[in-house]
């Protein structure tokens, strides 16, 4: 069991392509070494209960598939950090060989809620791109440009989003805002967000977002 902290973004522009490109300037300009690890696609399946326990508060468990390989993931939030404001949640995870959930993981991590009781809330598509970012002292992160689908899983509508996380390997707090601050930062297209990726999918695709809140020019 590890504590994530990242810094995520939406992209508000039409030419996201155009603000990777500049992220990645400002990366090599403050002296970061860069390195394109690949492009990888993703389906996330989002479980949550009747009354949203992890919707509201701030957390996720999902199932991810990458060809064959099925990983569930638990995240539970600590905080945002008070130096960047990033997200920290503490995370655990586990492959599994079958699609069932694991009731016995569950019950032992979440004794308060009924595994037999979650259904799938949400699913979200996404194409990521993924970098290795080394800086000073040994600091180290990971860069990811996600073009992402989400979908309602009751009524399978969908809205599509495009977004920016940079996660800390290793390294401190400090390292993170200072990358933050030299480049990220300077993306005026880049606006920063503390909800994860389960939260935008019920506000964008849900019946939230339907209605139009929280609603930008959708990227081209």
Do not use: H
Not at 10 to 29: F, G, I
Not at 36 to 52: A, I, K, N, R, S
Not at 102 to 128: H, I, K, S, T, Y
Not at 174 to 201: C, N, P
């Amino acid at each position: 069991m590890g504590i994530e902290l990242e810094q995520k973004y939406v992209v508000d522009s039409q030419r996201p392509w155009q603000v990777q490109a500049e992220l990645l300037s400002l990366l090599n300009r403050a002296g970061y070494e860069v390195r394109l690890l690949g492009e990888t696609p993703q389906e996330d399946v989002y479980y949550d209960t009747t009354e949203d326990d992890f919707l509201l508060t701030g957390g996720s468990l999902r199932v991810r598939r990458r060809g064959e390989r099925r990983v569930l993931t638990l995240k539970t939030p600590v905080g945002q950090t008070p130096q960047t404001g990033a997200f920290a949640r503490r995370e655990e995870e586990l492959e599994l060989s079958s699609d069932a959930l694991p009731a016995g993981f569950l019950r032992e991590r979440l004794p308060e809620l009924d595994p037999d009781a979650l259904r799938p809330a949400a699913q979200v598509e996404n194409l990521r791109r993924t970098y290795e970012v080394k800086g000073p002292a040994g600091c180290r992160f990971e860069l990811a440009f996600d073009d992402v689908i989400f979908r309602d899983a009751g009524t399978g509508e969908t809205a599509r989003e495009r977004q920016v996380e940079i996660e800390r390997l290793e390294g401190t707090e400090a390292d993170l805002a200072r990358l933050v601050r030299e480049t990220a930062g300077r993306v005026a297209a880049l606006r920063s967000v503390t909800d994860s990726k389960y939260q935008r999918a019920r506000k964008r695709a849900g019946p939230e977002g339907r209605r139009g809140q929280d609603k930008r020019t959708p990227p081209g």
